[in-house]
């Protein structure tokens, strides 16, 4: 790479230096009106005139960087008072020592308004984090009503199976023993159209019967297998007697098993 005082050989200024020497290798007329751009150009770099915020600020920076002196008629006020250079204020001189420095405004916003805009930005952040919070509570809400109604309908399915379960063992099982249904809903419902025809009849009368819940008779109904034919529905074994069956199963209820 080529040096950077190492002439450019491909520069016009190159080639206006050799043209003193070669005459005839640049035109006259180029050379001279190139020459004439350059000192035009120079001249109005020399002479031109900074815009007034560039030429402000320079001034500005220049003042502030200079120490004061007695020039200056407060600086000159305070060595009339016994005050020298680089001193702090006080009787003692322990004060300031420097001059409190400026802070510049250069935007056209009035007083106050950086204050106002800055108040604005964290109200409105605030309101931002307060909206999120609630909605981040809200979801979390309706996730948990939506857990606990999938959990609700789960318990409801798992409870209409056991008892279904528990309704076909006890049919089995007291038939084997030939006993008669205790319940008319310990064994498993069979309909037919004359059932339908007496369920009409007899619709007065089962509003006035109160019926059990589904959980309700489930219990009802195990405890009727475990203590008349030692059946376990969860575990699906027919235990030797209660002894055979308070040792080996787990206990009465989907609970003890899980």
């Known amino acids: ?24 290798l640049i035109p006259d007329k180029i050379a001279k009106k190139y020459k ?24 500005r920076e ?8 007695s020039s200056n008629k407060g600086f000159a006020m305070l060595q009339k008072m016994g005050f020298k250079q680089g001193m702090g204020l006080g009787k003692e001189g322990t004060g300031r020592a420097e001059p409190i420095p400026l802070t510049i405004k250069a935007d056209r916003g009035g007083l106050g308004r ?12 605030a309101l931002k984090h307060e909206t999120a919070k609630k909605r981040m509570k809200t979801e979390e809400k309706q996730r948990d009503s939506f857990r606990r109604h999938m959990s609700g309908k789960f318990a409801e399915r798992q409870t209409s199976s056991d008892l279904y379960k528990s309704q076909k063992a006890c049919e089995q099982l007291d038939k084997s023993k030939e006993l008669p249904c205790v319940e008319m809903w310990f064994w498993p419902e069979e309909k037919t159209k004359e059932d339908d025809d007496e369920e009409e009849d007899k619709e007065e009368e089962d509003d006035e019967e109160e019926e059990l819940e589904p959980s309700e008779k489930l219990v009802h109904l195990t405890m009727y297998l475990r203590r008349t034919h030692q059946y376990c529905i969860w575990c699906g074994t027919k235990y030797d007697d209660d002894q055979d069956m308070a040792h080996n199963c787990p206990g009465d209820s989907a609970q003890d098993h899980e």
């Open 62 to 69: 220049q003042g502030l960087s200079s120490a004061l002196d």
């Open 1 to 24: 790479m080529a040096d950077e005082d190492e002439e450019d050989y491909m520069s016009d200024k190159f080639l206006l230096n050799t043209a003193d020497n070669n005459p005839g």
């Open 114 to 125: 950086e204050m106002l805009l800055k108040r604005q930005r964290e109200v409105k952040e």
């Open 36 to 59: 004439k751009e350059m000192k035009h150009h120079e001249l109005n770099q020399r002479n031109k005139i900074k815009p007034m915020r560039e030429r402000e600020m320079e001034h």
